[in-house]
């Protein structure tokens, strides 16, 4: 069997050692005999490696007590709404930083919704290739939240500072973050934020789960019409389990989040992997006059690198022949097109090589 460099943006590359680990005990979990995927949610084994995963992710992240972890379903797409019916139960109006689709996508479902929502900054101006200046940043004197989206996985733009911001009161105002494409990629402070949301199938593990990290004192306040399944306080008295949780993605991302803490020295390790395989791919890129790519170097994606071939009537060629080297999926997203290489913690800096080696090679032939 061949494994081959997969850079997908999602779902996305998951851990060799991780992989194997779960293809031991798929049929026998620790000689309980049976899968992790037959075992009841409410069973002392599968409590028990819900618990672990918790704990191991309090100690990668650096979690404090005050904040509450769930582990949820609906993709991050479904805190769109989740969010808003939490966070503004005691009034005020949502705040938005909006940087490309993901955040359109999350101010336009609290508009369908029926929100007031207030626009505090937007890159849209300068076609998404630049976030908004700190100082440009403006927040509604009746913001709730401010909700932004660390890493555009589609545009390749990132953040490289964290927006935390108050009222014209002095009142703090509790910052959401979409960190989907972002989460574990390095050490960030948890006490910046109010709630921290990301779907698994980036960073963390397989389709079907999502990660919510929310504030205590954030808890307790939703819509009266919020429905169960979306409001924070039931699913957090209830351990993430009102219903049945989707408990073998649970389980596969406790296997990673052991991987990352112990095959991979923890946050500040991939960190620092995550830097060296963005600085070379996008070093790669700039000293070619074939591949271009367009944000704004200070806002440059470490884990989605998009790029484009200076002939677009090559783009067909180039995907094709990647495939056929082993360099899967490396079409650009629909609405922007060229190529995008998601560089996510499971892409070996061994597959970035072989994406540059194959880049030059193509160049020297079709350039």
Partial sequence: MTRHYNFCAGPAALPDAVLAR????MLDFEGRGLSVMEMSHRSDEFVGIAKKAEATLRRLMGIPEQYRVLFLQGGASMQFAMLPMNLLGRGGRANFIQTGIWGKKALAEARHLGFDCHVAGESESNGHVEVPARESLQVSDDAAYLHYTANETIGG????????????DGADVPLVCDMSSSILSGPIDVTDFGVIYAGAQKNIGPAG????????????HALARTPTLFDYQ????????????????????????????NEMGGLSAIDALNQRKADKLY???????????PIARHNRSRMNVPFVLADSALDKAF?????AAGLLNLKGHRSVGGMRASLYNAVPEAAVDALIAFMHDF?????
């Fill in 22 to 25: 779960a293809q031991r005990e």
């Fill in 157 to 168: 733009l990132e953040f490289d500072y964290v927006p935390t911001l108050a009222r014209a």
């Fill in 209 to 220: 789960l999502t990660l919510v990290i929310v504030r205590e004192d954030l808890i307790g």
């Fill in 283 to 293: 070093r790669a890129i700039d000293d070619s006059d074939f591949y271009s790519n």
């Fill in 319 to 323: 995907l094709s022949e990647a495939e």
């Fill in 234 to 261: 039931a699913l957090a008295e209830a351990e993430s389990m009102v219903n049945t949780p989707p408990t073998y993605a649970w389980y596969l991302s406790g296997l990673v989040f052991d991987w990352l803490e």
């Fill in 363 to 367: 160049e020297q032939r079709k350039g």
